[in-house]
Nanobody, 127 residues
Framework: VQLQASGGGLVQAGGSLSLSCAAS????????VGWFRQAPGKEREFVAA????????NYAGSVEGRFTISRDSAKNMAYLQMDTLKPEDTAVYFC?????????????????????WGQGTLVTVSS
């Protein structure tokens, strides 16, 4: 499976952006999907994740209530709706996929559990 993230851009604080993650080459149905972000000079951090069928989600505390992760199995896509954006949300956002067979006990929130990564899309939030 190859992943491609898109939808980043420049937005004012308080605004919204919707990121998309397109999968090609194989179905995403056997994968959990996560979003991570990396700000300049900082470590990559977990943002949100959804399990293989979309009925379980997990969010970082810093985005809970503002971001919504979802997936569309028919389109082989995943999404991250970002509302009430803050300048501290500025980062490159990556979508990633973790094989259900190696992560069947819990929805992973650490980057090392995800073996497939997209190229990242830049989100810049101005104050």
């Amino acid at each position: 499976v190859q992943l491609q993230a898109s939808g980043g851009g420049l937005v004012q604080a308080g605004g919204s952006l919707s990121l998309s993650c397109a999968a090609s080459g194989r179905t995403l149905n056997n994968y959990h999907v996560g979003w991570f972000r990396q700000a300049p000079g900082k470590e990559r951090e977990f943002v949100a994740a959804t399990n293989w069928n979309g009925d379980t989600t997990n969010y970082a505390g810093s985005v809970e209530g503002r971001f919504t992760i979802s997936r569309d199995s028919a389109k082989n896509m995943a999404y991250l709706q970002m509302d009430t954006l803050k300048p501290e949300d500025t980062a490159v956002y990556f979508c990633a996929a973790a094989d259900v067979r190696t992560n069947f006990l819990a929805l992973p929130i650490i980057a090392s559990a995800y073996e497939l990564w997209g190229q990242g899309t830049l989100v810049t939030v101005s104050s």
